[in-house]
């Protein structure tokens, strides 16, 4: 008998960093979600998976969606395009969307303020320097800094390394003779949906995205 508890399953694998697309009930997208979270979902049966096939759209129900995914591991129908989870009594692939059941909420078009945000709009370069680092190694500026009454917001806030920002200090641009790359602005969708968006695994996900996504 297969366990099809998430958390006795889903363990340490690659395919956990993954992402899903989650549709509401009217096929219009709402969330991007990890895999233990989807997987939830569809354990239990508030989710189904929607999967393309030939140019058309199936649905699956959790078992039917396992049922298939042990079938085409046994006749080695594997992509390398795909993500799988191996556990010790059957392999499943992961899917890219899946729509809920009963939900028919309509998306809202706001994204949220935060760190991470931030540094996805900003695509993780520093906006003074033009320099990629890891989050390690950025920080969040105030462009007009807090103590010349600036605001903490989308139109205030930009990624800047750590040496950029020190050199900055509590000056304007202007004031410590350093270039602002890009004007900030808040985002028309959800830095997450875009960011995936640049992957071709996702590519499905295009079908569905027409405006911002709301962030997890």
């Not at 549709?23 to 929607?50: P, Q, S, W």
């Not at 298939?68 to 594997?78: F, H, I, K, P, Q």
């Not at 729509?99 to 520093?126: A, G, I, M, Q, W």
Request: with cysteine; proline share 4%.
């Amino acid at each position: 008998m297969i366990d099809r508890s998430p958390a006795a399953t889903l363990r340490a694998s690659p395919a956990l960093s993954c992402s899903i697309l989650v549709l509401n009930r009217m096929y219009m997208a709402v969330h991007v979600v990890g895999v233990r979270r989807a997987f939830c979902l569809l354990c239990k049966d508030n989710a189904e998976v929607i999967n393309i096939e030939d140019g058309a759209w199936m649905a699956y129900d959790f078992e039917s969606w396992l049922e298939n995914s042990s079938l085409r591991a046994e006749l080695g129908e594997v992509d390398d395009s795909e993500d799988w989870i191996r556990a010790v009594n059957f392999e499943v692939q992961v899917p890219r969307v899946i729509r809920l059941l009963t939900y028919d909420r309509v998306p809202r078009n706001s994204v949220k303020f935060t760190r991470r945000n931030v540094f996805l709009r900003d695509e993780y370069h520093c906006q003074y320097c033009g320099s990629r680092f890891g989050t390690g190694n950025l920080s969040l500026d105030h462009v007009m800094p807090r103590s010349q009454g600036g605001q903490s917001n989308w139109s205030n806030i930009v990624t800047a390394c750590l040496k950029c920002n020190v050199r900055k200090g509590g000056r304007t641009p202007e004031q410590a003779n350093m270039k602002l790359l890009t004007r900030p602005i808040r985002p028309k969708r959800n830095p997450v949906l875009s960011h995936q968006l640049s992957l071709d695994k996702y590519e499905c996900w295009r079908n569905f995205v027409e405006g911002a996504v709301k962030a997890r």
